[in-house]
Every structure is written in C-alpha cells, then in structure tokens.
C-alpha cells in the first residue's frame, strides 16, 4: 500500500559527448574513471547485499557478478588503454563493453543474456563519468510512486534510499527483476499492467496496492486517507511479524506448537523455510502428476521427495501419498465417470487398488528418507483396515529395496483425518498411527455435507462449527490418549480466530501456507 | 610456475554466480593466473575473460606464476570443477 506523487523517469540511455580530452588531461580522467568504477561497484555490491539480507539469494549472486564485472581488471586495462589515445572515459567504457557484449551475443543463447550484463554494467559506470550516477531517478528527490514501461535491476538500484514509495511497470510478473527488488526494499509494486500505464502517465498523484494489485491514477481524498490509513497498519503489522518469523511459538502455560508449511511442490520449500516453517505438515505430491500424458517413474519422486528432505535437514516433513479422484485423469490407472468424485474413488481407496501406482511413490519417499527427515501420510482413510493395509505396502516395499541393495531411511506413518469416519474411530486408527493430520478442508465438506467449490453454501464452508469441532476434539483426545502428535493442516490453521480454538482442542502442530507462518506464530505466543 | 588441468563441472558451464565465485576466489592470490582453453589463454582474473569460455565437462587448463602458484592452481581448479557452488 502506498500513496504520493507519480514520478516518472526520463527514458532512453544517455549518450556521451563527442569530446577528445588532451594529453594533459589523461591522469585525471584516468582517475575520474577509477573513481566511477569504484562508485558503482559499491552501489552495486550494496544491492546485492540488500537481496541477501532479504532472503534473495539468487537475485543477489546477479548483483555480485555485476560487481565483478565492474571491476574487471581486462576492462579496467582496455578501457586506460583508449584514455590514453585520448578518447574519452565515458565513450571508451560504452566501447569496451560492446566489443564484450558483442562476443558473448554472438555464442548462444546463455550467453546473450550476459551480454546484456555487460552493456548493463558498463551503461552504469559511462552515466556515472557523465554525472548522472542516478541517472534517470536523478531528479527523484521526494518520496514518490515510480511509473515506468520497465525497470531493470540497475535502475531500481540507483533510486536514492527511500524516494521509491512504489512501483508501477507495464511489463514484468510476479517473478521478475522489479517485483523481487520491491519486495527486498519492503515497497508494493504493481506490475505488468500493460498499456493501461499510457493513461496513468500524466497523473499527478498514484496510489497503488501491491497485494491486490491495482493502482489508482489521481485518486479522490476519501481513497488517499484509506490507503493512507492502511498502509500505516500494514507496516505496522509487516515489522511484527517480521520479529516473530524465526520464533518458536509458546503458549503462555507453556505449550509449545509447532508452526510447520503446506507445500503444493518441492519448488516452495526454501521460501518456506525462509518464512519461519519448523517443518512441512503436509507436502502435496499431486504436482508430480500434473499436466502430463504418463506416470512420474520412481527416480524422478525420488529427486522431488529429496530436494525437500534437504533443504529441512532435521525438521520433518511430511510427505502425503497421492490424492486424486474421477477429477483427474491417470494413464493406465482405469478410472471410470464418477457422478461424485470426490465421494469416489481416490486417495488411499485408488492407490490401495493400483500398486502400479502407489508402490513406485512408497519406494522413493522410503528412498529419499535416507536424505532427510520424511514422514509418510495417507489421505482419505476411512477405516483402519486401510491403514493396515497401506503399511503392509510400505513394509514390502522396504523389504524389496533392502534386498536390491539400496539404502532406504526410517520413515513414520501417519493418517490424514480428513473423512468424519477417520474422527470417529480415531481412538482405534491412533494405535496404528505415528501422527495425525487433521485435514479441516475436507473434513468440514465431509462432516457438512457441504461441497467446497460451491458458492452458496459459504456458510457451511467453516471450520467453527460444532459438528466439526466435536470430531476435531475427538480426534485429539484420541492422539493425546496414545501419546501421538496431533496436527491441522487445512486452512483453519492459519487463520487467527481458529488457531486459539484448535490448540484449546488439544491441537499440537500448525501446518499452513507459508506467508501465515508469523502471524500464525504470533497469535500462539500471545495465548 | 604450476599448472592443472580438469574438467568444467557447473551445469551452465563458466558464467554467472559460478564464474562471480571463480573470480573471487582466484583475486585472493597474489600469482597470475591464466585459463587455458585450448590454443586460447585468459586472464583468471577476469570474468569478461572466463564467461562464456567454456561448457560443463570440457577440459581447461589453469595456469600460474608467482609465490601462491601451487596453491591457487590447486584451489581453483578444484573449485571449477565442482558442480555446485
């Protein structure tokens, strides 16, 4: 959230004088140059550091390499070498760089992108010699929101601290350059709006909101007080659960509970370590079996489930086996037309039925848990019977795995309450179970009878109802009784309303979305 | 003077964070030091030199002369030829 006057930044490189210097003037453009390396490589190098700081590694090795760049002693030489033939610094440095850029460009593809480095970096270091080290953001000397067609990581580098309220760009997404360096600068950004910029140019004022992702042009004085208001609130809110992010969550009496991610694919798992998770609560496996014509084999599970088991080394993770139903089709696998998929035949009823398809997954988690901390889970568990028969399953396939030869890890199992029939008879399923993993999305379109997708029935799509709570309490008193740990990975373990609730009910782990991770931690620590 | 040869071992080959870690690694030793690449010779201390120079499993030599030479081709050559940085 933000709201100030629009600033937008003059376009197009400079391009230096034609002037020759004399032979008089070389040591001192000599000096002017080394000077102007040694200022961008320093702003540079802050800028990376900045990412870092914020958690964007990558972005900031970007950083690093330009500060090498900058300081390259092949340029630095080249470039003294046209000084001394009195060309001037600003020139020499745009024409060293384009004979780099140039043979990078013409290699491959890979290397095309870094000739746009070159010509970045040495672009900065010939504004600089010109003085326009802040080049275009020169004359951004009030705290405004930025309105441009594109920004590159350069220019957003040479914003003078806290003169960008906001970014508004026509290109960019969610993932690219701008949108990573707003978020490391603690700025909302809107980008990609397209040619709706065009109108927005001339406005005076902007206010933009980076969550919801608009941004309004000259807005009236009831809006900028709105925003105003919110933006105070946000910031406030960003700073506090900034502290709690790397807490571990008490309660007053001293409860400890655990604040652990949901994770939909392997590629989420740093971000969420970033943001504060003690472990994964449920790592949805349906990602590997998206969008595509055949089955993932056994190798590429195996690589997923451990790419994740690292990046959380001792934390556990808990893998949970596929669940789909008649909503998705699988090859080979034999699924008919369901009038109700999701009373049908999925989860643990279809990986139970197709060992085609549930050993090869039960054979790389066993695999990859030799690689980390992994748990196995089982969705859609009805009765104990298939819990029984889902743990013969896994223990055949240890027993073939250990007589090929290969190295496997222990691995708990545990079921997913998710169907009122697994709350009921808890009691009975817990002296089978490692854990339990109460999956409230589910449970409450079970218990309710109410479909999840379906917009009218909003009202029955809540966890705080006394039908569910009563099995959640069930479930829990069933856990605490056996001595097995008790989770909620739906989304009422995110929301703060819920969160006093379930751990009143005997709740003992949170898993979530990983940007509730802090509140979520904060609202523990407040009870 | 010592030299080394080994395989490039980064999956884009020479370039990037493991080219900006190369050289930072390489600027830490007083002695020149070269890449060989064939009937090519760079200066190791220069990424505009060693981007682009060669792919992940091509053979390059790494060359150096002065009083940390042993050292900095050993180091360097093992760092170039890790597949992880």
Same mark, same amino acid.
């Given at each position: 959230m933000a709201v100030g006057p629009a600033f937008v930044p003059a376009t197009g490189t400079p391009e230096p004088e034609r002037r020759r210097i004399t032979q008089s003037e070389v040591e001192s453009e000599l000096q002017r140059f080394r000077d102007a390396v040694r200022a961008v490589a320093g702003r540079l190098s802050e800028t990376g550091e900045r990412l870092r700081a914020s958690g964007s590694e990558e972005e900031a090795c970007i950083f690093e390499f330009h500060v090498e760049m900058a300081e390259d002693p092949e340029l630095a030489s080249a470039v003294e070498e046209r000084i001394g033939t009195l060309e001037s610094p600003e020139a020499a440095v745009l024409a060293v760089g384009e004979e780099y850029a140039a043979e990078l460009a013409s290699k491959d593809q890979y290397m095309a992108a870094r000739a746009d480095d070159v010509r970045d970096v040495t672009g900065q270091i010939s504004a600089e010699l010109m003085g326009r080290g802040a080049s275009a953001f020169k004359t951004l000397e009030t705290p405004s929101v930025v309105l441009?067609?594109?920004?590159?990581?350069?220019?957003?580098?040479r914003i003078k601290e806290g003169m960008a309220l906001g970014f508004v760009t026509a290109e960019g997404s969610r993932t690219s350059h701008v949108s990573i360096m707003a978020r490391s600068?603690?700025?909302?950004?809107?980008?990609?709006?397209?040619?709706?910029?065009?109108?927005?140019?001339?406005?005076?004022?902007?206010?933009?909101?980076?969550?919801? &992702?608009?941004?309004?042009?000259?807005?009236?004085?009831?809006?900028?007080?709105?925003?105003q208001k919110k933006s105070v609130a946000l910031a406030e809110e960003r700073a506090v659960l900034e502290e709690y992010r790397h807490v571990e969550a008490i309660t007053s009496e001293g409860r400890r509970i655990e604040v652990a991610a949901n994770l939909g694919s392997a590629s989420e798992a740093e971000d969420?370590?970033?943001? &504060?998770?003690?472990?994964?609560?449920?790592?949805?496996?349906?990602?590997?079996?998206? #969008?595509?014509?055949?089955? $993932?084999? #056994?190798? #590429?599970?195996?690589?997923?489930?451990?790419?994740?088991?690292?990046?959380?080394?001792?934390?556990?993770?808990?893998?949970?086996?596929?669940?789909? &139903? &008649?909503?998705?089709?699988? $090859?080979?696998?034999?699924?008919?037309?369901? #009038?109700?998929?999701?009373?049908?035949?999925?989860? @643990?009823?279809?990986?139970?039925?197709?060992?085609?398809?549930?050993?090869?997954?039960?054979?790389?988690i066993l695999?990859?848990?030799?690689?980390?901390?992994?748990?196995?889970?089982?969705?859609?568990?009805?009765?104990?019977?298939?819990?029984?028969?889902?743990?013969?399953?896994l223990q055949e396939c240890r027993r073939e795995l250990e007589s090929e030869g290969k190295t496997v890890g222990e691995v708990e199992t545990g079921v997913m309450i998710e169907t009122p029939a697994a709350a009921i008879c808890a009691a009975e399923l817990a002296k089978e179970s490692a854990f339990f993993s109460i999956g409230t999305n589910d449970l409450v379109q079970y218990t309710l009878a109410a479909d999840r997708g379906n917009e009218r029935l909003r009202r029955l799509q809540n966890a705080d109802h006394p039908a569910v709570l009563?099995? @959640?309490?069930?479930?829990?008193?069933?856990?605490?009784?056996?001595? @097995? $740990?008790?989770?909620?990975?739906?989304?009422?373990?995110?929301?703060?309303?819920? @969160?006093?609730?379930?751990?009143?009910?005997?709740?003992?782990?949170?898993?979530?979305?990983? $940007?509730?991770?802090?509140?979520?931690?904060?609202?523990?620590?407040g009870l | 003077m010592a030299e080394r040869e080994t395989t490039v071992g980064p999956e884009e080959g020479i370039h990037g964070r493991p080219a900006a870690q190369f050289i930072k690694a390489?600027?830490?030793?007083?002695?020149?030091?070269?890449?060989?690449? /064939?009937?090519?010779?760079?200066?190791?201390?220069?990424? *505009?030199?060693?981007? /682009? *120079?060669?792919?992940? /499993?091509?053979?390059?030599?790494?060359?150096?002369?002065?009083?940390?030479?042993?050292?900095?081709?050993?180091?360097?050559?093992? *760092?170039?030829?890790?597949?992880e940085h």
């Open positions: 441009a067609r594109s920004l590159a990581p350069s220019d957003t580098a600068m603690g700025i909302p950004a809107v980008v990609g709006v397209g040619a709706a910029l065009e109108g927005a140019l001339d406005a005076e004022d902007v206010a933009l909101d980076g969550s919801e &992702g608009y941004a309004i042009a000259d807005p009236d004085e009831d809006t900028v007080a709105e925003f969420a370590l970033q943001r &504060g998770a003690e472990g994964v609560g449920l790592f949805r496996t349906e990602f590997l079996f998206m #969008e595509r014509d055949d089955l $993932p084999s #056994e190798d #590429e599970q195996y690589e997923a489930y451990s790419a994740v088991a690292r990046t959380f080394g001792e934390k556990p993770v808990i893998v949970r086996t596929l669940d789909v &139903g &008649g909503d998705k089709d699988l $090859p080979g696998v034999g699924q008919a037309h369901e #009038e109700n998929p999701f009373l049908g035949w999925r989860g @643990i009823r279809m990986s139970l039925d197709t060992p085609r398809l549930f050993k090869p997954q039960l054979r790389a695999r990859a848990a030799a690689n980390g901390h992994l748990k196995v889970m089982f969705p859609m568990v009805a009765d104990v019977r298939e819990l029984e028969a889902a743990k013969a399953m009563a099995l @959640i309490r069930q479930t829990c008193e069933a856990a605490n009784a056996a001595g @097995i $740990p008790v989770g909620v990975c739906g989304e009422a373990a995110g929301e703060p309303e819920m @969160i006093p609730k379930l751990i009143a009910l005997g709740v003992t782990e949170l898993s979530m979305g990983a $940007p509730s991770i802090p509140r979520a931690k904060k609202v523990v620590s | 390489a600027k830490r030793f007083s002695s020149q030091v070269v890449i060989v690449k /064939g009937d090519r010779e760079v200066n190791a201390k220069s990424v *505009l030199k060693i981007t /682009g *120079l060669a792919r992940k /499993g091509e053979k390059i030599t790494i060359r150096a002369e002065g009083e940390d030479a042993e050292q900095a081709v050993e180091t360097l050559a093992e *760092l170039i030829s890790a597949d």
